[in-house]
């Protein structure tokens, strides 16, 4: 089906449909306002439960093989509208287009391959009087709460689980990114039995609507700790199941023994894709004293090309910060660099333009106790740290209570994994950073999460897990 990204509903029981009061979203690179969404009422959202409820009792009663084939199917039109979502993500997000192209790509790889895990089922005993088995049936009704970093990928990491094991499935897209994600759910529409996947569009009050609902029995959360003790808090007055995937302040510490010029271009990338904003972007890098001048220098070379502006601008890699109140946080982040007397070695202001945009910045060798290492900036800035004492440096990467993804940087492997071994974070790379898989689980320790997506473990989250004992007579 060929895309429509000019007029935006939301979806309920595979209709359409459309509310008295709307809302909009705004371009993040020229502050324009983006179209009209839907501003969801508890009625509304009490019509997407019933339809909700209604499917899953139908939906639950299909095989992994029905549920796989219809998901496909699903996958291909995703793929066949790639343009268009792709250029409604920059629009909305802000993000280069080649980047939100990627993003659609990997979107349409989730979809594919998660549905190919097989979902356990072990036989515990089997005696001549009784067998036991252990199994996983689906929920009911899930709720999804997605970001505005990355709407489309963070969006099917739920969706598809959730489908795939027999649930139902509400979204509810951030209001700063409302537009792919109901665009998700209109795709949908052919492809699975109406109630299955809805999508709701709202303000600030549809969040905690969801999650206190009674009839809504899991709730997935990507999004700030700040915002997830608040999801938690609400999920327990029902005691739903909930898994939350919050913010980082990754480390990654490099080692004396690299190849400086070969890391170079992937910590660059690793340290300012998305504009910072992604969770599980490297933080802060802690940088052997032996080789820091260098990597320094080496650093801020490979930073400077790239070029801030317009997602639309091919030649662009850093875009606008997404949004107001993240932009005005990062500004008062910024004062910090005078106000505690730090040392930029690229960028380190911001200047008015007619978008959220922030130049690269990166700081040198700043106190551990200041705001640009203790903070999660979720903008372009990241503090280059020396270190010395492997101890010390493992106990300072540590330090944070946030603990999403850490990584070593080492030619020697055993030494590497050996640091490896000792860090507390929920995904350890050796060499590489933010590598993800929709066969690998996904999650935080620490404040940055409970949980995880993705992989079996991921998938199963979306299931109770029942033991089933069969007497034979």
Known sequence: MSLDTTTFRNVINGELTSTTQTRHGVNPANKQPNPEVPVTTAEDLDRAVTAAKAAFKIWSRTTYEERR???FAYADSIEA????????????QGKPLSQSTQEVELAVVWARALPTIEIPETVIQDKEDVKTIHRYTPLGVAGAIVPWNYPILLAMGKIIPAIYTGNSII????????YCGLKLAELAIPHFPAGVFQALSG?????????EHPNIDKISFTGSTVTGRRVMASCAKTLKRVTLELGGNDAAIICDDVDIDKIIPNLALLSFLCSSQICMMIKRLYIHESIYDTFLAKFVAAVKSYKTGAGTDPETFIGPIQNSMQYEKAKDLFSTISSDNLTAALGGSIKDSKGYFIPPTIIDNPPEASRVVQDEPFAPIIPL??????????ARANASESGLGASVWSKDLDKARRMADQLEAGSVWINSHFEVSPFAPFGGVKNSGIGTEWGVQGLTQYCNSQTLWVRKG
């Open 69 to 71: 084939k219809a998901i």
């Open 171 to 178: 979204v509810k897209p951030s209001p700063f990114t409302p």
């Open 385 to 394: 740290l020396k270190w010395s004492d492997e101890a010390d440096v493992l």
């Open 81 to 92: 509208n790639k343009d268009a979502l792709a250029a409604l993500l920059t629009q909305e």
């Open 203 to 211: 303000g600030d009050d549809l969040g905690p609507m969801i999650t």
